[in-house]
């Protein structure tokens, strides 16, 4: 990939799906400018999961500056917020930040909210009604302007929603309407969102999981075995559940590679999909 177009100057921020090559771009322009590599993926923060999540390898991170790679623990809560909060006091220096995770791209070029945390009780509730009744129960309770704006189909979005209308007696998109101003405005950053062209992506996908295991991802599953709860945001690591089921006896480990890539060729689909839908505005790069 040709990077001489890109800026030296301005921040770049580097969106694409899974196994896209963001690090190795994010890595070049770091080398070439000096700066500082910022993570904005929401499961690479995690310190449990460096082959799963493709965090940069410790070589990588000795070479070359790195933040917010690894830094959270898999117990701690960590959100968009947190993200947030710790990437506005590196934005004022040299900077790539490069993730997949597009609300964290959107909190930094659009402003986040500010929607007061909601009580773990109210959230094992939420959880329970989740379970016996479906999202559909949760999003029949909303208010009409939240249930218009809302995704439908993704019941995390709606399970938080009916939780910030229960804790504050206000609807989450009266608290979007009050967003304050982006830290990092798309006009003043060099945006790029990586297009691969999808049979040569799912080829990488495929040839990263073996890697991944070549590299020592069963131990690290192995790791987490003891207390795994599929429900912390630490679990989502595409490929831990998979592997766990293996360690427990529950699937074959050439099922739950199976398993795991066609996983991960799901996500990077969906991937794509909001991309398309969320940022017209970037700069388009087509790979290969």
């Known amino acids: 990939m040709q990077i001489d177009s890109i800026s030296r100057e301005a921040p770049v921020l580097i969106a694409g799906p899974t196994a896209s090559g963001k690090s190795t771009l994010a890595m070049e322009l770091a080398a070439r400018d000096g700066r500082l590599i910022v993570n904005a993926d929401a499961l690479q923060v995690y310190a449990d999961w460096r082959i799963l999540t493709a965090r940069p390898s410790p070589a990588e991170e000795a070479a070359l500056p790195h933040a917010l790679y690894g830094h959270i623990g898999r117990l701690q809560p960590y959100s968009v917020g947190h ?16 993730g997949g995770t597009g609300l964290n791209f959107n909190a930094l070029t659009r402003g986040l909210a500010e929607v007061p945390e909601t009580p773990p009780g109210l959230r094992a509730e939420a959880d329970a009604r989740l379970a016996a009744e479906g999202h559909a129960a949760l999003l029949a309770e909303l208010d009409h302007a939240t249930a218009a704006r809302i995704d439908r189909h993704n019941p995390v979005r709606i399970q938080r929603a009916w939780e910030v209308l229960r804790a504050t007696g206000r609807g989450l998109a009266a608290w979007q309407d009050d967003t304050p101003a982006p830290i990092l405005p ?24 073996d890697e991944m295991l070549r590299q020592g991802a069963l131990g690290e599953a192995r790791a987490n075995l003891a207390d795994w709860d599929p429900g912390r945001p630490a679990s989502k690591a ?3 559940p998979e592997l766990i089921a293996h360690l427990r006896g529950e699937i074959t480990l050439d099922q739950a590679v199976a398993a795991a890539t066609l996983s991960s060729r799901q996500y990077a689909k969906r991937q794509r999909s909001w991309f398309r839908s969320n940022m017209r505005a970037w700069k388009q790069l087509s790979l290969p």
């Open 238 to 240: 595409i490929g831990g």
């Open 83 to 98: 993200w947030l909060r710790e990437a506005a006091q590196l934005v004022n220096r040299p900077v790539v930040i490069v």
């Open 186 to 209: 798309l006009c003043a950053a060099e945006a790029l969102v990586l297009v691969p062209e999808v049979t040569w992506l799912n080829a990488r996908i495929d040839r990263r999981f």
